[in-house]
């Protein structure tokens, strides 16, 4: 029960750190000055107040204090996967003994028979251990 908990939790972590090593994605920030006013992730950032304005003296504002910056993470793009044939014969005969050696560790054991099944003991006249005064110590 353990180890096929523990199986099934480190196959989900491996699984998850393949998928967050291969994606990509940008966080997007907008700066009013030098304070940091929205950040977003999968999402647009809200602009702040002064730039819901569309007149030529709050677009000048906009150029001088507001910026927007773009942090892109870049996952890995490229997976090499290497057969078997890309390995060096020294790699390939310790692939192929250590295999070998692990199929053949283990046996399957056969489930015993028990030939006794449906006996049934004899009925007890006496309890011959204490008419007797023998007792396991």
Do not use: W
Not at 8 to 34: N, P
Not at 38 to 57: G, H, I
Request: proline share 1%.
């Amino acid at each position: 029960m353990f180890k096929q908990v523990c199986h099934k939790t480190f196959s989900i972590i491996m699984a998850l750190l393949l998928l967050l090593s291969t994606v990509s994605f940008t966080v997007e920030k907008h700066f009013c000055g030098d304070v940091l006013i929205d950040t977003a992730v999968f999402s647009s950032v809200e602009k702040c107040a002064k730039e819901s304005f569309d007149t030529n003296q709050h677009q000048d504002v906009k150029a001088s204090c507001c910026k927007d910056t773009l942090d892109v993470i870049e996952g890995q793009n490229q997976l090499t996967v290497k057969t078997f044939d890309d390995l060096d014969a020294n790699q390939q005969q310790f692939l192929i003994a250590h295999i070998t050696t692990c199929n053949n560790l283990f046996e399957v054991v056969q489930k015993q028979i028990s030939t006794h099944q449906h006996y049934n003991p004899p009925n007890l006249v006496a309890d011959i251990q204490v008419r007797d005064q023998v007792f396991t110590i």
